[in-house]
């Protein structure tokens, strides 16, 4: 339930009326990450649990402590380095993670397609390993990092397998810890393809149709991802799609920059509610001007609001305490949104800056995490007062 103004006690801060204030009030910098050195890549995933901050990579999962950060410990797939983290969880049960993890890299060092599939149950918070069993890689299809057509969450495991020259996709729902089929049901394409599976539970797939002609003189950069976009929000017995809005409002021939070019691939869930960011095109000479979020009904797919960034590339849904915190800027701005209507409950600034940031939170506590393959620092926790 949403009360007319949602207090910031619930967000562990007291309300700040800004008199002469010229931006958000500061949260608490608890700290942050030094310098990485090399290119360690982007994380798989991140979570914040029980005053535990966990970070998993393509090596192992490695822990802090959540407001000290001082680490705890660090988890790695049984082989003796043989084996590599390829799929994680978006979510945590009960303080348990489940990673995807398999044998084998190619001879160029990247991961590849593997015989031999592995899921484990880890615990966040003492790093041991709850379960573990092997999973038959057929089921699944590929299960690199690079794939997309698995996602993990809510204890399940979603794939989308296409065949019969790219005309059908099945969405197959499975078990993560038994591995038992849950559902399966196809997805018909009728001209879309390029299917993505971005979430588990709810089963979210985005596709691709044909695209549209650029126009003859229009400059090809802000038409390059002009074909359009959908989401597909799967359940075992129905199918809700909502389409791109690419352009506002204007008819064929399309002689304008197109509004958005793709949807963002971290759909949320706050009760009915799905919320989802739209991504705009950027020329490469222009500054971000700022991203925008959607939110639509989950059982109807119909619009209901809309909220826009003020700069920056950077915007991150995130479902915590029954609301919606999003990032602004370059993961400098924290915005809670109440999710019935969009309106900005609380913000904080966070001092610093992530490139493709995205955010994780327990209790009072945030966690920016930069996603970027490389970074000047990879992590930075608040508390927000």
């Keep these: 339930m949403h009360e007319d103004r949602a207090p910031e006690s619930v967000w562990a801060g007291r309300s700040t009326k800004r008199r002469w204030r010229r931006g ?3 949260a608490q910098q608890l700290w942050s990450t030094g310098r990485e050195k090399g290119s360690p890549g982007a994380p798989l995933g991140t979570w914040a649990v029980d005053g535990t901050l966990a970070m998993a990579r393509i090596d192992g999962v490695r822990a802090y402590g959540l407001t000290s950060g001082e680490p705890l410990w660090s988890w790695q797939p049984p082989g003796g380095g043989d084996q590599v983290l390829a799929h994680v969880s978006q979510d945590t049960a009960d303080g ?13 060092d990247a991961l590849s397609d593997a015989w031999h599939v592995y899921l484990t149950g880890l615990d966040l918070r003492t790093g041991s390993a709850v379960w573990t069993r092997a999973q038959p890689a057929d089921e699944l299809g590929s299960v690199s990092t690079e794939a997309r057509g698995i996602a993990l969450g809510g204890g399940l495991i ?15 729902v499975l078990d993560a810890r038994t591995g038992a089929l849950q559902w399966e049901r196809p997805l018909p394409l009728e001209g879309w393809g390029d299917a993505a599976v971005l979430a588990a539970e709810p089963v979210v797939v985005s596709t691709v ?20 976009r959908r989401l597909h929000v799967v359940s075992a017995d129905a199918e809700q799609v909502i389409d791109l809005p690419q352009y506002s409002e204007v008819p064929p021939p399309f002689d304008v920059p197109p509004r958005y070019e793709a949807f963002g691939g971290h759909p949320v869930f706050v009760g009915d509610t799905l919320a989802v960011e739209l991504v705009a095109p950027q020329p490469d000479d222009q500054e971000h001007t700022g991203s925008s979020l959607r939110a639509y009904s989950a059982a109807t797919g119909d619009f ?5 960034s003020t700069y920056g590339g950077t915007i991150f849904p995130l479902a915590h305490r029954g609301y919606l915190v999003v990032l602004n800027g370059y993961g400098d701005r924290a915005t809670v949104l109440d999710p019935a209507d969009g309106r900005v409950v609380a913000e904080r600034s966070l001092p610093g800056y992530s490139f493709q940031a995205r955010l994780v939170a327990s209790g009072d506590c945030l966690a920016v995490v930069c996603t970027a393959p490389r970074t000047t620092r990879r ?6 007062k």
Excluded at 209 to 228: D, E, N, Q, V
Excluded at 304 to 308: P, Y
Excluded at 379 to 384: K, Y
């Design 24 to 26: 958000p009030a500061a």
């Design 96 to 108: 348990v993670a489940v990673v995807l993890h398999h044998d084998g890299r190619d001879g160029d």
């Design 158 to 172: 979603a794939t989308a397998r296409t065949r019969d020259g790219n005309t059908e996709t099945t969405i197959r």
């Design 209 to 228: 149709g044909p695209g549209y002609p650029t126009p003859p003189l229009a400059p090809r950069r802000l038409f390059a991802s002009s074909a359009p």
């Design 304 to 308: 209901r609001w809309s909220w826009s």
């Design 379 to 384: 992590v930075r926790v608040f508390r927000w």
